[in-house]
């Protein structure tokens, strides 16, 4: 699969696993709602300023995202390394944000409580069919 098939395959996808490192070096991995949007090599994902996962980020920007698609006979899956970043400017938050997003964040778009988080794709990993490919991003 090439770059494009990547990030066509992750924008049909509805669920994202988004990994960070704790304060004692150990992967956690959390469940997201699909990224609001996948521009030039970047994901973003809205979230909780308040989170453990941005303290995380902030301390340490390594990460890793992915993506899977489980049919009957057939699965897929890519995992994509990178760094996340935390963005609280308004200019952000703002080209993600949804109207339905004021029902978590009640302040609207300028809540201190919303960020967005924003992962440079670095390699991903493509698996189907008992075969991995790795693709620079």
Not at 18 to 41: E, K, Y
Not at 63 to 84: D, L, N, P, T
Not at 111 to 128: G, I, M, R, S
């Amino acid at each position: 699969m090439d770059k494009t098939g990547i990030y066509e395959f992750i924008s049909q996808q509805k669920t994202a696993f988004i990994a960070s490192v704790n304060g004692d070096g150990f992967p956690v991995i959390r469940a997201m709602l699909a990224p609001r949007r996948i521009d030039g090599g970047y994901i973003y994902f809205s979230t909780n300023t308040s989170s453990n996962k941005v303290k995380q980020y902030l301390a340490n920007d390594k990460a890793c995202v992915y993506f899977y698609k489980r049919g009957k006979f057939r699965y897929q899956g890519v995992s994509i390394v990178g760094e996340m970043e935390v963005c609280t400017d308004q200019s952000t938050k703002g080209s993600i944000w949804h109207i339905g997003d004021r029902m978590f964040y009640k302040q609207g778009v300028t809540d201190p409580d919303y960020c967005v988080l924003k992962f440079k794709c670095k390699t991903a990993e493509y698996y189907c069919d008992l075969k991995t490919e790795t693709v620079e991003l």
